[in-house]
């Protein structure tokens, strides 16, 4: 890799924070930037690195790994931020370093990231009813359109890249642009470096488990439905090492739920289900505070509808 080249990439991960610490032909290395977030204190001697000519790093204290677009999520406290360093990324020429982790389809239709970037934030007494945080809104992205008053919720692949976008509101949901391949990835994925993986129907299931549950051991991915795809199945099995069934208490979400548990590649902690024995609630969202950690702390083998 040219010299020039090489500093634009040292540059955009300082501006990510990353400490680094030796930048070689190949790669460039340093103190881990999430080392805190798998292991709960900082990398004290530098164990990360991150190979020039892929964009692909890891960490060989505490496991972590990815690319470059995943290490931008991972740092950045919004998706507004992340697309600000994604753009600088683009005009640095170094976009092929995002590639270390192919997306899932060859071709895309287009979408407007300055329609996306027009929405705006949830307004507060919404996020305060679903008992949502706001700073956890806005880590994941989700917007809101006053005009028909809809929660947009954005279509992100396992890279990082954003997709197109899926306008919800009462009796109504649309997914923009048509045709954007939702089945291919999961919300939250982009984000996901837990343990244990929760699987739900609706995004906005993901974004109030997070609000209560902000640790590293658990975190939420939607299917963006009842519909659960082959391509979602095995990201599911790639990326955690235990699952819980958590989509919805209804026909349509246990006929899923059995095909979950009868098709997923099964992780090396085993697959479980959520409990909805002790309360009326159809989902995540409709759950008390208390409801939730019943539900994930009763979670077995045991499907809840038998």
């Known amino acids: 890799m040219d010299t020039a080249t090489g500093d634009q990439l040292v540059a955009v991960l300082e501006r990510l924070g990353v400490a680094i610490t030796t930048v070689g032909d190949t790669e460039v290395g340093g103190r881990c ?24 790093w890891i960490c060989y204290s505490c496991g972590a790994k990815g690319n470059l677009s995943q290490l931008v999520l991972q740092l950045t406290d919004s998706s507004d931020e992340a697309m600000l360093v994604n753009e600088h990324i683009l005009r640095s020429g170094l976009d092929r370093l995002k590639a270390g982790v192919p997306d899932p389809v060859d071709s895309l239709p287009s979408v407007d990231l300055s329609v996306f970037r027009k929405f705006k934030s949830v307004p507060e007494q919404l996020l305060e009813y679903r008992r949502i945080e706001p700073e956890v809104a806005q880590r994941f992205g989700i917007r809101w359109d006053p005009q028909p008053r809809h929660w947009i919720i954005p279509i992100i692949s396992p890279t990082g890249d954003l997709w197109g976008w899926q306008a919800k509101g009462k009796d109504y949901f649309r997914n923009i642009p048509t045709g954007v391949p939702k089945s291919r990835t999961l919300f939250g994925i982009e984000r996901f470096k837990a343990q244990i993986a929760v699987l739900l129907e609706s995004p906005l299931d993901v974004v109030r488990l997070a609000s209560l549950r902000p640790g590293l051991l658990t975190h939420g991915l939607a299917t963006f439905g009842a519909h659960v795809s082959t391509e979602q199945l095995n990201l599911l099995s790639r990326w955690a090492d ?13 006929e899923a739920a059995q095909k979950v548990a009868r098709n997923c590649p099964r992780p090396r902690g085993g697959i479980n289900f959520l409990r909805y024995e002790h309360t009326n609630a159809k989902d995540i969202g409709d759950m008390t505070n208390d409801e939730i950690e019943e539900a994930l702390t009763g979670a077995s083998a045991l499907p809840w509808w038998l």
């Open 33 to 56: 930037p999430v080392h805190h977030l798998v292991v709960g204190k900082e990398d004290r001697s530098p164990s990360w690195s991150m190979n020039l000519y892929s964009g692909l």
């Open 242 to 254: 235990t699952i819980v069934i958590a989509l919805d208490n209804d026909e349509a979400g246990i």
